[in-house]
């Protein structure tokens, strides 16, 4: 079955430190990747997404390519802000018919970015 | 012009009881969804439906029935609450179900069974 694994946390980070937060998955067919972020007390959103090999997804500074080869989505910023402490999600959804959008989620990140 | 909203955002309830909660999503989405956050933040799909049809059902117990009035409307009931039912519950909606569609999620409902 599918799966994606991500690095646990916490992740305790000063401003403008450099963020790693690794991402691999398994999948049957040829899943979309995405990462979420919920931020305390709040919803999921949309972080950025790709949906196929060597596609990079990029928002609000953050960037993550899928990587076929390896089998990862790895999450990256170049210098965070207190306001990007957040809990960041990983995710799949294969492109098989009967997977009718089913996101399966890594366990989740927290980060947390000091001054 | 909330996207996705639920109600109530706080639930708190004794052990037995049966409970709804509700979700709308104004983004002229055909497809809605139910996720189950537990404690450890782990997210699970729970059901979806699409275009008022039942799509998703991972295997759920019974006490959950989910019901889609509309397009724009997907309901949670919960029969004879557990202390295991207590979580944070999300409901998301997307265009379409299919896999590179971006999934829009509610604001969660906390449920603490007592």
């Known amino acids: 079955g599918n799966s994606v694994t991500q690095m646990e946390g916490p992740v305790t980070l000063s401003e403008e430190a450099f963020l790693t937060i690794n991402c691999t998955y398994t999948a049957t067919g040829y899943p979309s990747l995405f990462w979420y972020v919920q931020y305390p007390g709040e919803g999921l959103q949309l972080l950025l997404k790709?949906?196929?090999?060597?596609d990079k997804g990029s928002n609000k500074g953050f960037e993550a390519t899928y990587r076929k080869e390896t089998t990862s989505f790895h999450l990256e910023k170049g210098s965070v802000q207190v306001s990007d402490s957040a809990v960041y999600f990983c995710a799949l959804s294969d492109s098989l018919a009967d997977s009718w959008g089913k996101l399966q989620f890594g366990a989740g990140t927290q980060v947390v970015v000091t001054p | 012009d909330t996207a996705v909203s639920q109600t109530p955002k706080y639930l708190v309830t004794q052990m037995g009881n049966d409970k709804s909660i509700k979700c709308e999503q104004n983004l002229g989405h055909d497809t809605m969804y139910w996720y189950k956050q537990d404690s450890k933040k782990f997210l699970k799909i729970m059901f979806s439906y699409n275009n008022k049809e039942l799509i998703i059902n991972e295997t759920v117990p019974n006490r959950f029935s989910p019901k889609s009035p509309d397009k724009a409307h997907l309901n949670l009931h919960i029969n004879s609450l557990e202390l295991g039912d207590s979580a944070v519950y999300f409901c998301?909606?997307?265009?379409?179900?299919?896999?590179?569609?971006?999934?829009?999620f509610g604001p969660g409902t906390r449920l603490t069974v007592l």
């Open positions: 790709a949906t196929k090999a060597d």
């Open positions: 998301a909606s997307s265009q379409v179900p299919l896999g590179a569609d971006t999934q829009y």
